[in-house]
């Protein structure tokens, strides 16, 4: 059993459809505390249904922050995520950072140099890159940090290299003190088996369906630009895409349910080598089997 003091902040740290965010609201309404967002694309509007936003009924049992916060359209970094997460660090109420995002948690628990911000112009030119051309480009060094199958991590290190002239591991090997370090925390992460993460993620999308994430997509189609980061959401190029007539909703879901997978994926494999000094929980059939791990 994890024995969680109320005063101390928890982070909670996992794959897609794992239950991360039920275990953040069973401290939160159990001990107290405010849920903030760890999620890169749960910060956004536009995309609540898809990105998997709490709903109306969890903001009601306990308190957010950093959800939804941000304009679909806008940039956002883990910088900006940094600086945002910053306040709740020593405010009123202990936080308990909770998301799927593992640069956010390495960030706050290691540290993150402030990387001068990526010109509109070199951004552009960089979204017309094909990724195996911005991956060639980058130095083995930063290559070997990165997820070298994820778009948006690679291509922020093109950017980043191509920008300063400098790459990417090596703003990273000046990271100053980190702002939450992980002995300073409860640092949970949920370990989910495959097969019965696989199935979550297919009952979760089918209940964003049911939920209106085809109406959610068709609200946001006049604004539609795949370039935005918020479009980069799990579902929503692909609702889009129904939409603009070039898929069925059936080939939609199905190829919508594969990205996830795919997805939680890599994130297993970077919470496996990167979590090493946390608290790691099992999850199974029964979510309250992993609550009852907590006391």
Not at 36 to 60: H, S
Not at 119 to 148: C, F, H, M, V, W
Not at 245 to 266: E, F, V
Request: a negative charge; aromatic letters at 6%; glycine letters at 6%.
């Amino acid at each position: 059993m994890i024995n969680i003091p109320s005063d101390m902040p928890v982070l909670i740290a996992g794959p897609t459809a794992s239950g991360k965010s039920a275990l953040a609201l069973h401290i939160a309404t159990q001990q107290g505390g405010v849920i903030v967002n760890a999620d890169a694309l749960q910060v956004f509007d536009g995309w609540r249904i898809l990105t998997a936003r709490p709903d109306d009924q969890d903001l009601a049992a306990a308190p957010h922050a950093l959800y939804g916060h941000v304009p679909f359209d806008a940039d956002y970094s883990v910088g900006h995520w940094l600086r945002d997460v910053t306040p709740y660090l020593n405010g009123d109420q202990r936080p308990i950072i909770v998301g799927g995002t593992g640069l956010n948690f390495n960030a706050l628990t290691k540290g993150l140099v402030d990387i001068p911000a990526t010109p509109d112009e070199l951004r552009q030119q960089a979204n017309t890159i094909p990724l195996p051309d911005l991956l060639a480009a980058l130095d083995t060094k930063t290559q070997s940090r990165i997820d070298t199958q994820n778009r948006m991590r690679v291509q922020r290190a093109w950017e980043v290299l191509q920008n300063t002239g400098r790459g990417l591991a090596d703003w990273q090997d000046a990271t100053p003190p980190a702002s939450l370090p992980v002995d300073q925390a409860i640092c949970l992460t949920v370990d989910a088996p495959k097969d019965w993460l696989n199935d979550r993620i297919t009952q979760r999308f089918d209940q964003m369906l049911a939920t209106g994430a085809v109406e959610e997509a068709r609200a946001m189609l006049p604004y539609w630009d795949p370039d935005h980061l918020s479009a980069k959401a799990i579902g929503a190029p692909e609702m889009i895409a129904h939409l603009q007539g070039q898929m069925t909703l059936d080939n939609a879901r199905a190829a919508a349910i594969i990205a996830s997978r795919q997805y939680a994926k890599r994130q297993r494999t970077w919470f496996r080598s990167r979590h090493k000094d946390w608290h790691h929980l099992p999850v199974s059939a029964d979510i309250s089997a992993t609550l009852r791990l907590m006391g």
